[in-house]
């Protein structure tokens, strides 16, 4: 980066987990339109092991490239991709491990999401490399997960929030948790000129 910051980039598990996520939802040959269209159709599916892989601008040329073919259908489109990933990201034994170690069934709902917000961003935490931030806020009847800088945004600026795949990863993630649908909103957008990206889980 010509800024004097860091270049990041994700791990070749998460590039792997978001690239079955579109194939899940999308199929396999619009997968290779997005990656062409994206300017990677070189890539195949990476190893799962946390080696480095592509840049954040280039995961960001993947969210990108999804908004440009599917035009007004994209952030639906990429809250599916999200939570196909998340069902992916389930079935890592590490991960269920680690929820079931701490019993997160047995504790209250709103203990439920904050635990889950905090496991998610570990996880984000260890999938780039230099490890980004990620934290979860605790303002009462909204918990609120967050991340600097986004690799979602990187290089992109807009008017509307583009962490649609974010949304949706979370999205999935608290239904799993506690069984019903809690409304989530992405508040800040780095690619809006925001500090940091915000998602907010409404519990009320």
């Not at 980039?9 to 079955?20: D, E, F, K, M, V």
């Not at 990677?40 to 995961?59: K, M, Q, V």
Request: aromatic share 4%.
């Amino acid at each position: 980066m010509g800024d004097g910051q860091p270049e990041y980039r994700i791990t070749n598990r998460l590039l792997r987990s978001a690239l079955l996520g579109i194939s899940d939802v999308l199929g396999d040959q619009a997968l290779k339109v997005v990656l062409r269209e994206a300017g990677l159709e070189g890539i195949g599916l990476p190893p799962d092991n946390d080696e480095p892989s592509i840049t954040f601008a280039e995961y960001a040329a993947l969210d990108a490239a999804v908004r440009r073919l599917y035009g007004p259908r994209a952030a639906g489109v990429l809250r599916r991709v999200g939570a196909s990933v998340f069902q992916y990201n389930l079935h890592d034994q590490a991960l269920i491990l680690r929820l079931l170690a701490q019993s997160i069934k047995a504790l209250p709902e709103r203990q439920r999401v904050k635990l889950l917000l905090q496991q998610m961003a570990k996880g984000i935490v260890e999938n780039t490399i230099p490890r980004q931030e990620a934290w979860v806020e605790d303002d009462g009847d909204v918990l609120a997960f967050c991340l600097r800088p986004c690799g979602l945004c990187t290089g992109r600026q807009s008017e509307e929030p583009l962490g649609d795949f974010l949304v949706g990863s979370i999205q999935a993630a608290v239904k799993w948790a506690v069984g019903r649908n809690l409304d989530i909103v992405e508040t800040r957008c780095m690619a809006r000129g925001d500090d940091h990206g915000r998602v907010e889980v409404r519990l009320r």
